[in-house]
């Protein structure tokens, strides 16, 4: 079935590029999804792109798509501690707005 | 606009017990998601509505059961709980025309805890 894989833990300095990377199985996939979460919050969506494009660019984040690898990446520019959370890399897979989650990734931003 | 909602926030039930979340989506959309995460297993998709019809549902044994009401607002159901319900339950919202994005939008959760 469908999968999606992320590394678990990234440590970067206050003002550094956090780079968070991403693998997934489905072929077919049409979307791909970065969401945020805080302790004891809900999932924050960050951005999207759609799987004919390579690279989308929104403010402080670049998600990079490397569709023939299903390899997706997203940077953040001067990471600051507010951004440090859990990021989940998502597949629009299975249809009908079913996403299949990564295990998250932690990022510790540390002055 | 207000955000996806969902009431309660925190439960505490007793194995064996049944158990009801609501979720109210974002005004104008009308598409449900309902997720189960936990931190063996991570996120888990349970089940998608739209326009009050399950489109789609996710692997996960029949006491887990929602329905969507014609405003939209989704209820999701557990029936003889057990320890390993214990879980965040996260439910999202979606425009969902054909041909949008689908981006997904999620409220703040239920946290449910099974004694």
């Known amino acids: 079935g469908e999968d999606v894989e992320q590394s678990l833990f990234l440590s970067v300095r206050e003002g550094d590029s956090s780079v968070i990377n991403c693998t997934y199985t489905?072929?077919?996939?049409?979307?791909l999804y970065w969401y945020k979460q805080e302790p004891g919050a809900g999932l924050q969506l960050l951005t999207y792109i759609f799987s004919n494009m390579d690279m989308k660019q929104d403010q402080r984040l670049t998600v990079l798509l490397n569709k023939k690898d299903k390899h997706l990446s997203l940077r953040i520019a001067d990471t600051q501690t507010g951004d440090s959370a859990i990021y989940f890399c998502?597949?629009?897979?299975?249809?009908?707005?079913?996403?299949?989650f990564g295990a998250g990734t932690r990022l510790a931003v540390h002055p | 606009k207000a955000g996806v909602t969902q009431t309660p926030r925190y439960l505490i039930k007793t194995r064996g017990q049944q158990v009801t979340l609501s979720c109210s989506p974002i005004?104008?959309?009308?598409?449900v998601s309902w997720y189960q995460q936990t931190p063996g297993q991570g996120l888990q998709f349970l089940f998608e509505y739209f326009s009050e019809t399950q489109r789609n549902k996710g692997n996960f044994p029949g006491r887990f059961s929602g329905r969507q009401f014609s405003n939209s607002r989704s209820e999701m159901n557990v029936s003889t709980l057990e320890l390993g319900d214990s879980a965040l339950y996260l439910c999202?919202?979606?425009?969902?025309?054909?041909?949008?994005?689908?981006?997904?939008?999620f409220g703040p959760g239920t946290r449910l805890t099974v004694l």
């Open positions: 489905d072929s077919s996939s049409t979307y």
């Open positions: 998502a597949d629009l897979s299975g249809g009908y707005n079913k996403l299949i």
């Open positions: 999202a919202s979606s425009f969902s025309p054909a041909g949008a994005t689908n981006e997904q939008f």
């Open positions: 005004s104008g959309h009308r598409s």
